[in-house]
């Protein structure tokens, strides 16, 4: 961590607060970070309490109230989400301690790679176009619609369609105004005037995070996604990223694809999140 104790030890959760809007505010307390979105009050992963060591006995119930009392200025915050800063995915009583008050625990596999280490896939496409998207007011606009209707297909089926919309429309309208800062780009593999693949790269002190790797289901398995990564890197390295962070599911397919493009798995994270009570099963 840096001097004032904000910045996370791990390289995961440091590139998860990178990625989060300008007007983020961290506070280090005694034992955690508290991560505040003030704009965007209702993403999960972007107001949250991360804790430098994972749950102990007892800590479900003594969690919830830091985590209450953190957000109690806060009513757009309905949900509550809890993570700890490790790169080994030691979970402690995660299961215990969160699993019976209806969390839903989630890891992370990260993936790194260094200038010039992530190199072409011998079956990517080659007949889509690359390139970023201007992220000026106005500019792009029908591209960047498509992009949000590539968020709104590859949503998990716990969240609703018009939600999603509106959710994948206010963050990337937050990361714009990142990207018309100098912090990276959102890039687009296009079929004539079809987004066939869509993902962004936010740059913050030399870390490049990648975020939203989508394809449309249309043209999946045809190398899209890989040439998609891999120009995006290039690309993100003439902007200043000397460390490459892509993130998934340790289950997802995408994994050994990663691989394969160059990216070394080096870190394993966890952290668990109760959805507000309107969206969690009945």
């Not at 215990?96 to 008050?101: A, D, Q, S």
């Not at 289901?217 to 990564?229: E, K």
Request: glycine share 10%; with cysteine; hydrophobic share 40%.
């Amino acid at each position: 961590m840096q001097p004032d104790g904000t910045v996370p030890r791990s390289l995961v959760w440091a590139t998860e607060i990178d990625v989060l809007p300008p007007d983020r505010v961290v506070t280090r307390r005694d034992g955690y970070l508290v991560v505040r979105s003030p704009g965007n009050p209702g993403h999960y992963w972007g107001n949250l309490l991360l804790f430098d060591e994972p749950p102990g006995p007892g800590d479900g119930e003594r969690w919830e109230r830091a985590f209450d009392a953190e957000f109690a200025d806060s009513p757009g915050v309905r949900h509550r989400t809890l993570a700890w800063d490790r790169a080994d995915g030691e979970l402690g009583m995660a299961r215990e301690e969160l699993g019976p008050r209806c969390y839903d625990l989630e890891h992370m596999v990260g993936l790194v790679a260094g200038p010039g280490e992530v190199r072409p896939h011998p079956r990517a496409d080659t007949q889509a176009r690359v390139r970023p998207l201007d992220p000026a007011p106005g500019a792009d606009a029908a591209l960047w619609r498509q992009v949000i209707e590539l968020w709104v297909a590859a949503r998990e089926p716990r969240f609703g369609e018009q939600e999603h919309r509106d959710f994948a429309r206010a963050r990337l309208a937050e990361l714009r105004r990142m990207f018309l800062a100098g912090r990276g780009a959102w890039y687009v593999a296009l079929l004539g005037d079809e987004v066939a693949g869509s993902l962004g790269v936010v740059v913050t002190e030399g870390r490049g995070r990648y975020q939203a790797v989508d394809t449309a289901a249309a043209h999946r398995r045809r190398g899209i996604c890989s040439r998609l990564v891999v120009e995006a890197a290039l690309d993100a390295e003439r902007r200043g990223a000397r460390r490459l962070v892509i993130c998934a599911d340790p289950g997802y397919h995408a994994l050994g694809l990663y691989e394969s493009l160059g990216f070394r798995r080096a870190e394993r994270s966890a952290g668990a999140c109760m959805l507000p009570a309107s969206r969690r099963p009945a």
